[in-house]
């Protein structure tokens, strides 16, 4: 993948890989819009799955990048919306499979689930992996499909 623009967000618990994620991103020439937090004052991961989700359906071009500490609660959210094909994962080979089988359009990380090392090359993996097409077209545009928000 080209440089893109990503969205991300996160909560209080993945506010520091968050911070980590920002900086490797602008290193790497992507144009980076953060959602929040952007402190570690306790709130709810749902509100910013739901912010990065309403940003990609008025810029479908964008990426998103979601962190909590299990990042089952922006999976769960960001996954409600019809245009979300949202991915937890917790190492490369699931970052390259949600992209290559599923095109997915948002990565979703557990901050205190998985070390920083993989995380950002679980982020690299995700960026530069491209959708295989082909028989996956289907599957993709069935997912798609089931309906949301």
Same mark, same amino acid.
């Given at each position: 993948?080209?440089?893109?623009?990503?969205?991300?967000?996160?909560?209080?618990?993945?506010?520091?890989?968050?911070?980590?994620?920002?900086?490797?991103?602008?290193?790497? /020439?992507?144009?980076?819009?953060?959602?929040?937090?952007?402190?570690?004052?306790?709130?709810?991961? /749902?509100?910013?799955? +739901?912010?990065?989700?309403?940003?990609?359906?008025?810029?479908?071009?964008?990426?998103?990048?979601?962190?909590?500490?299990?990042g +089952?609660?922006?999976?769960? =959210?960001?996954?409600?919306? +019809?245009?979300?094909?949202?991915?937890?994962?917790l190492?490369?080979?699931?970052?390259?499979?949600?992209? +290559?089988?599923?095109?997915?359009?948002?990565?979703?990380i /557990?901050?205190?689930?998985?070390?920083?090392?993989?995380?950002?090359?679980?982020?690299? =993996?995700?960026? =530069?992996?491209?959708?295989?097409?082909?028989?996956?077209?289907?599957?993709?545009?069935?997912? =798609?499909?089931? /309906?949301?928000?």
């Amino acid at each position: 993948m080209t440089n893109v623009t990503v969205s991300i967000a996160s909560d209080h618990r993945g506010f520091p890989l968050k911070a980590l994620f920002s900086a490797r991103l602008k290193e790497c /020439g992507h144009a980076v819009v953060d959602f929040g937090t952007h402190d570690e004052n306790s709130c709810d991961a /749902g509100d910013f799955a +739901q912010r990065v989700a309403e940003d990609l359906k008025k810029n479908p071009s964008h990426v998103g990048i979601l962190i909590c500490m299990s990042g +089952q609660a922006m999976t769960i =959210t960001a996954n409600r919306y +019809q245009h979300i094909r949202a991915a937890l994962c917790l190492n490369t080979t699931m970052a390259r499979l949600a992209r +290559q089988h599923n095109d997915a359009n948002v990565l979703v990380i /557990g901050a205190h689930m998985t070390g920083q090392e993989v995380a950002l090359d679980c982020l690299d =993996t995700f960026l =530069t992996t491209a959708f295989l097409e082909g028989r996956f077209v289907a599957r993709r545009d069935k997912l =798609t499909a089931m /309906g949301g928000l």
